[in-house]
């Protein structure tokens, strides 16, 4: 597995971007509306930052904004296999968020590990 991005939490991803696209030369890669949230993928070399703002006072990044404030929300990793990285969570006794994949952004597979099992970290594995 291979970092693959950082998923960052936000009120306001259009001036996040711009401030990062600014001071980090990162430029926008992706955009799109998923899930509830607005979505903008910055490009940062070596990996992504993901910023995720709330379109909807329901959505989960709503939710964890209320309870956490901005910030980093999740690390993601690639795998070539989705469905294997969950097995040897499985196998590791680590609690799944998701016990199968799911369609994430930009039309990636996705699932996540709860932070409970894995540091205090939400961990996303994404299969491009």
């Known amino acids: 597995m291979e970092f693959d991005h950082a998923g960052l939490a936000t009120d306001d991803a259009d001036a996040l971007a711009e401030l990062y696209t600014d001071l980090l030369d990162a430029p926008i890669v992706h955009r799109e509306t998923f899930d509830g949230m607005s979505v903008v993928f910055l490009d940062c070399g070596n990996g992504y930052f993901e910023l995720l703002e709330p379109l909807d006072d329901d959505s989960a ?17 690639e795998t070539d296999n989705v469905v294997a990285a969950l097995d040897r969570a499985r196998e590791h006794d680590v609690e799944l968020i998701d016990d199968e994949p799911r369609p994430g952004a930009w039309g990636h597979s996705v699932a996540f590990l709860h932070p409970g099992s894995t540091g205090g970290v939400l961990i996303e594995f994404v299969e491009h």
Do not use: S, T
Not at 67 to 76: E, K, Q, S, V
């Open 61 to 77: 990044i709503a939710k964890y904004l209320d309870r956490n404030g901005p910030g980093i929300h999740h690390l993601a990793l």
